[in-house]
């Protein structure tokens, strides 16, 4: 059990750049080895022998590193998001270092059930990634993680139907093929909003900006979304149709991310493309689509008993060494910029289109405590243009309601 003691002692470390040297010296050759025990959380694909046991081999690779120490590895099974409802109800009784989602970082600092990274750790962490992926992880002026992948969408297509110039846009798209999209996961919807200018929360951290989905910028695109929707060309991707429809050649181009990249390869061999996302025309403007952002980043538990041990870990297992391994074993896009800036890796089209998309054709998803209030009424005007009770005659009235609910306290 946890020793609620360790935070008092530890308080002066959590950021985690302070006297390092002085709370490993019990490890010296003298006194022997230290024996110290830690617990570790990743996803099952992470610990699978399928996949060479990318975390375990990493632990022990890590271990080989640091002689000083006797370590006894426990590990556990979280994906990067029920990671942080876990933890932040009980710290004491959780990993000592786990891999999160960067969405679910107020929930874990609310609770007080991650550590910040100060110090020399935080100037290796600054120096492996791009201000980008470092925004992801920073909340008022603190950084919380280790960064070892980045997250959001992109678009896969055939290319014996399109060439790289047709799939930079999406009107050019819909008249020579077949186009699926998440139209009801609010995930995906708010890429055209975005697009024509809708805000949330500022630049994504001023909770008390609210969101900006209203007023006729937002109904113009509550119009296109209708036409979209009823574009014989175009298809709804729900429960795995849009892979499906690669697979028999009635869906030509759809929208996902790397977690489903070897599934289109599958479906469509050697004719497989991938690429950032398209424009779209509205109102006879060009308009970029936009697709939320965020990273994947390794934490470290502010109440481990072993705080140096946790943050070396951490930062090892976000390192260009293992990030390599993690891509070669798993195939988890990297986004340290050796790696991304690595001839072979860099020429990857996954990597490609996953980076670029990241860099110029997405905004950082929001993870202030509202956000939460977001997902249901864009999940609903989704569904209400799909079943017909949203249409042209409406939509002006049903866009505000929407945006009435999304700064709401939920619906």
């Given at each position: ?11 002066g470390?959590?950021t985690?750049?302070?006297a ?42 890590f ?14 099974i979280?994906?990067?998001a ?14 000592d270092?786990f ?47 280790v ?6 969408w992109?678009?896969y ?39 024509n ?23 113009d ?31 030509n ?8 990249a ?18 779209f ?18 934490g ?7 705080m ?9 297992l ?5 990030q390599r ?17 690595d ?9 490609m289109?996953q ?25 609903n ?31």
């Amino acid at each position: 059990m946890r020793r609620r003691a360790v935070s008092v002692l530890l308080a002066g470390v959590m950021t985690l750049g302070l006297a390092a040297a002085g709370l490993t010296g019990c490890g010296s050759a003298g006194e022997g080895k230290e024996s110290i025990r830690l617990m570790v959380w990743s996803p099952q694909n992470d610990q699978s022998k399928d996949n060479g046991e990318w975390l375990q081999t990493m632990c022990e690779a890590f271990a080989d590193e640091h002689p000083e120490w006797d370590i006894t590895f426990v590990y556990g099974i979280a994906d990067e998001a029920s990671a942080a409802g876990t933890v932040s109800q009980d710290a004491e009784a959780s990993a000592d270092v786990f891999m999160y989602a960067n969405d679910t970082l107020t929930t874990m600092t609310d609770a007080n059930a991650l550590a910040k990274f100060g110090g020399k750790y935080r100037e290796q962490i600054e120096s492996m990634n791009s201000e980008a992926v470092l925004d992801s992880l920073t909340m008022d002026g603190e950084l919380y993680g280790v960064p070892f992948t980045t997250n959001t969408w992109f678009m896969y297509y055939d290319k014996s139907v399109y060439t790289e110039e047709d799939v930079k846009s999406l009107d050019t798209m819909l008249e020579k093929g077949v186009v699926s999209f998440p139209f009801v996961n609010s995930w995906y919807l708010p890429a055209f909003y975005i697009g024509n200018g809708c805000t949330l929360f500022g630049d994504g951290t001023d909770e008390s900006a609210g969101v900006d989905f209203g007023g006729q910028k937002a109904v113009d695109v509550t119009d296109y979304l209708i036409d979209l929707e009823s574009n014989p060309n175009f298809r709804i991707d729900d429960l795995g149709s849009g892979i499906a429809g690669l697979r028999d050649g009635s869906i030509n181009a759809m929208f996902s991310g790397s977690w489903d990249a070897n599934s289109v390869k599958d479906a469509l061999g050697d004719n497989m493309g991938v690429a950032a996302l398209p424009t779209f025309t509205l109102n006879g403007e060009e308009k970029q689509m936009m697709s939320y952002a965020g990273s994947k980043a390794i934490g470290v538990n502010p109440n481990t008993d072993n705080m140096v041990a946790a943050v070396e870990l951490a930062v090892f297992l976000g390192s260009p060494e293992a990030q390599r391994a993690h891509y070669e074993m798993c195939g988890t896009i990297p986004c340290c910029t050796e790696l991304t800036e690595d001839p072979e890796i860099g020429a990857d089209p996954v990597v490609m289109a996953q980076n670029e998309t990241f860099l110029n054709t997405s905004i950082l998803q929001p993870f202030v405590s509202k956000m939460n209030n977001c997902w249901t009424p864009v999940e609903n005007m989704g569904k209400g243009i799909r079943n017909g009770s949203i249409t042209h005659d409406n939509a002006a009235d049903q866009t505000e309601q929407m945006n009435e609910a999304m700064n709401s306290d939920g619906i």
